[in-house]
């Protein structure tokens, strides 16, 4: 889970950062959204493809600012509840509402597709 993110930043952005310094080691990327104000909560969801990749993006992005931006937030990382890209779409589909079901936009590498998808589009 990645915290403090500045609200206003959006997922395509963060996910181009991400790839930047981690290229394709990420299946899946969940930034919730506010559906009246179109901007993020603050926090995001992430799953590595390795495990190895946990350690050295934690080590670059934890306590680090989002200078970049012209935000004062300093990103912070935890384990989420949920593990594994299974899981946490499970989890969001089993808790998600029925208006944000079908308006969650996630980023998802299923093998021959990497980019945004709705979650009502996502098949386990």
């Not at 403090?4 to 963060?14: A, V």
């Not at 990103?75 to 509402?97: D, F, P, T, W």
Request: charged residues 20%.
């Amino acid at each position: 889970m990645i915290r403090n993110i500045p609200n206003r930043l959006p997922q395509q952005t963060l996910v181009e950062i991400f790839n930047e310094k981690f290229p394709d080691s990420f299946d899946y990327f969940y930034l919730p959204i506010d559906p009246y104000t179109k901007v993020s909560y603050g926090y995001a969801f992430i799953n590595f493809k390795t495990y190895r990749t946990i350690i050295s993006f934690y080590e670059y992005f934890h306590h680090r600012k989002w200078t970049n931006y012209y935000f004062q937030k300093v990103c912070e990382m935890a384990y989420a509840r949920y593990q594994g890209r299974v899981a946490l779409i499970q989890h969001l589909k089993n808790s998600a509402n029925q208006y944000k079901r079908n308006t969650a936009i996630i980023y998802i590498d299923e093998g021959n597709f990497k980019g945004e998808k709705h979650l009502n589009e996502v098949n386990l």
